[in-house]
């Protein structure tokens, strides 16, 4: 069996371009691509991510899914995946989050971001995470929306160690989702900060009450609501979710 690698870079356009590259030429699944730099990192929706040298954590994993796994079963990764770093996150004393579908969130703001590319070489799990970025040095434009470990914890950490701990995690939460054949929507409900609160999905206003077993979002749109008392919520598969306030009757 060949072993999965990770390789360290010093800086790069994209480590998902750098990991793409490596997929193509037969790496195997679990290799993961680390830098210190990203001169063009991305982010979902074609949104930049801002990666400045030395203070946060940039890497990417590839994973090859099963054959026994149908292309529309693959996506759903992404939500273990966001589990996966915020278990690490909280493991290392951050009290991390999910908000649906794959950011993590500490308290009302985001501190890792996750950006899954599928390809037929494989999944490039594209993940960064702020780690050492102090309040003061926080970027003007997301300073409102943005946190940090060294904001959560007081202190800096080591990023290697952070590296290191989200690629093992990765790993496995991949694996288990293949063996399960999608995503431990259970486990991903009970750390997601979206259910149970007032949302905005395409500019419809509603309540995320739970998670679909293929891992969307189900929301009560209130003007589904106000058609019909006995309104079902709907499936929301993409996009992005504004966070309102916490509902005010509990589901
Ligand atoms: C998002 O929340 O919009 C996703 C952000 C993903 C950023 C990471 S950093 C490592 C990898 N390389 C990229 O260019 N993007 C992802």
């Keep these: 069996m060949t072993t999965a690698s990770t390789h360290r870079l010093g800086e790069v356009g994209s480590t998902n371009d750098e990991l793409l590259q490596l997929a193509s030429r037969g790496a195997p699944s679990g290799t993961a691509v680390a830098a210190e730099r990203q001169t063009a990192g991305r982010g979902r929706r074609g949104r930049a991510w801002l990666s400045p040298v030395g203070q946060h954590v940039y890497v990417s994993i590839l994973w090859r899914p099963p054959a026994s796994l149908a292309t529309g079963e693959v996506a759903g990764v992404t939500l273990d995946v966001g589990l996966a ?104 409900a009970s750390r997601c900060i979206t259910l149970g609160r007032r949302v905005r999905v395409e500019g419809k206003d509603g309540e995320a009450v739970g998670i679909a077993r293929d891992g969307s979002l189900l929301v009560l749109f209130d003007a589904t609501l106000a058609a019909s008392a006995s309104a079902t919520p709907e499936r929301v598969v993409a996009g992005d979710v504004e966070l309102g306030p916490i509902a005010s009757v509990p589901r």
Aim: aromatic residues 4%.
């Design 85 to 188: 770093v915020a278990d690490v996150l909280t493991r290392l004393g951050v009290d991390a989050w999910v908000k649906w579908p794959n950011d993590v969130w500490v308290g009302e703001r985001k501190i890792a971001g996750i950006l899954s590319e599928l390809h037929d070489a494989g999944v490039v799990l594209g993940i960064g995470v702020n780690v050492n970025v102090t309040a003061d040095r926080m970027p003007d434009d997301i300073r409102d929306i943005a946190t940090s470990m060294a904001i959560a914890l007081g202190r800096e950490s080591d990023r290697d160690a952070v590296l290191d701990d989200i690629v093992i995690a990765v790993r496995a939460a991949c694996d288990q989702y293949a063996a399960r054949g999608g995503p431990d929507t259970a486990r991903y």
